[in-house]
């Protein structure tokens, strides 16, 4: 099977046939407990455990006939042209503020001693003062001093799903709501413009990184070629929401009704993928406590090619039968709703699943509880190990960037 175009996915279910994951590397090992808030992290996983975990999950996606590739991989393919990594490197230390000269200085020609491999590896896992020993010292580095890193590590790229995502043929480089997190885009951003795969695709961007308002992947669902559900959440700002809208109408896609899902900004649902994911035609993973406080708005193109913004009145299995045309919808709430085994298990990523085909996902193996009621309901489960990868508070879906999917 080909397309024209190497970015090809129109449905949350349809077979997976390409997907981009990111291998957990050294950015694990620099996280501290005194990072841990602002780097977006809980916990600290074990590395050793957690690239363990990772590759259980790319050969099990490779059991089932998928192509696995990763963002290194991608990345370090992109730049090899000289001027290309000269560019990379520019827009990333812009990116992590580096302001003083002499420390620009420093870290060009600690870069220039790097084969572009391991440019890729330490931009990633972070560089710490002590490996640059006598650099010159600027006022911000003394009054900083303590601080342990030049540039910091990103510990959130095994989370492939968020800087980008793929929607039919277009791709959305994320605006992502921490500067944290932020760096990561611009490794899809070369990809796409740099990467023999996509470069000379003529690939639509429907959102870009230099917006003013943050959008992160994870609140992107395709639940057919003509509806996107969309979420507005801790990550994801309304008017990103609607400035997609309007995008993707423009980009002559099939889409033509996007769904804002309104959900509770805190962390436990951080992205509309942590409590409600698409698993079979018309089967989804939910989870029960955002079903009184969600609202869905209804954005749909008008014929003079305006927007319409309509506030959904109806129950969310009522909206979902209306826009997807189905007679019938199935909710399978996190643990079957249970008050202590739901929350539990949708603090680690219960209702985060990873369709591989209609009906047919990838869960982690301790929500064992949600996992007997998806196959109860008929739904086929690839349980992969999850102990250390869930520290990081993202399941299957969060660490998975599909970019082809065959049509349903």
């Excluded at 992109?78 to 001027?83: L, P």
């Excluded at 035609?281 to 319409?308: A, C, R």
């Amino acid at each position: 099977m080909s397309y024209d175009n190497p970015l090809h996915v129109t449905s949350e279910i349809g077979k997976l046939v390409s997907v981009i994951l990111h291998r957990p590397s050294a950015e694990i090992e620099n996280l501290t407990p005194n990072l841990m808030e602002k780097l977006l992290f809980d916990e600290i996983p074990y590395l050793k455990e957690a690239i363990r975990e990772h590759d259980y999950f790319a050969r099990t996606l490779k059991e089932q006939g998928v192509e696995v590739l990763y963002l290194q991989d991608l990345v370090v393919e992109a730049i090899e042209d000289k001027k290309v990594r000269e560019a990379l490197i520019k827009d990333f230390l812009d990116e992590a503020r580096i302001y003083d000269e002499r420390m620009k200085y420093a870290l060009l020609e600690y870069f220039d001693n790097k084969d572009d491999g391991m440019l890729i590896r330490k931009m990633m896992s972070g560089i710490r003062k002590n490996e640059i020993p006598n650099i010159a010292k600027s006022l911000a580095y003394l009054v900083d001093e303590t601080y342990p890193f030049i540039l910091d590590p990103m510990p959130n790229l095994y989370f492939t799903r968020d800087p980008a995502a793929a929607i039919g043929n277009g791709i959305t480089i994320n605006k992502m709501r921490t500067c944290t997190r932020n760096r990561e885009t611009l490794f899809m951003k070369y990809i796409i413009e740099h990467n023999p795969r996509f470069k000379d695709s003529d690939i639509p961007i429907l959102y870009n990184r230099n917006e003013k308002t943050s959008l992160e992947g994870g609140d992107t669902l395709i639940l057919n070629k003509n509806v996107l559900a969309i979420g507005i959440s801790e990550r994801s700002e309304a008017h990103s929401v609607e400035t997609l809208a309007k995008n993707i109408f423009k980009s002559g896609q099939s889409f033509h009704t996007i769904l804002a899902f309104n959900i509770p900004k805190k962390r436990a649902f951080m992205h509309l993928d942590t409590v409600f994911t698409m698993i079979d035609y018309n089967k989804f993973t939910i989870h029960h406590e955002i079903e009184g406080p969600l609202t869905v708005y209804s954005i749909t193109k008008e014929k003079d090619d305006s927007i319409k913004i309509t506030e959904e009145k109806a129950t969310l299995q009522e909206i979902l039968k209306k826009y997807l045309g189905l007679t019938d919808i199935t909710l399978i709430r996190c643990a079957g709703g249970d008050k202590i085994d739901g929350p539990r298990e949708q603090w680690n990523d219960g209702s985060n699943t990873l369709a591989i085909a209609p009906g047919e996902v990838v869960v982690y193996s301790r929500n064992y509880v949600t996992n007997r009621i998806l196959n109860e309901n008929g739904v086929k489960t690839h349980v992969i190990h999850s102990s250390e990868l869930s520290r990081g508070r993202g399941g299957p879906r969060c660490m998975s960037m599909p970019i082809v999917r065959e049509d349903i």
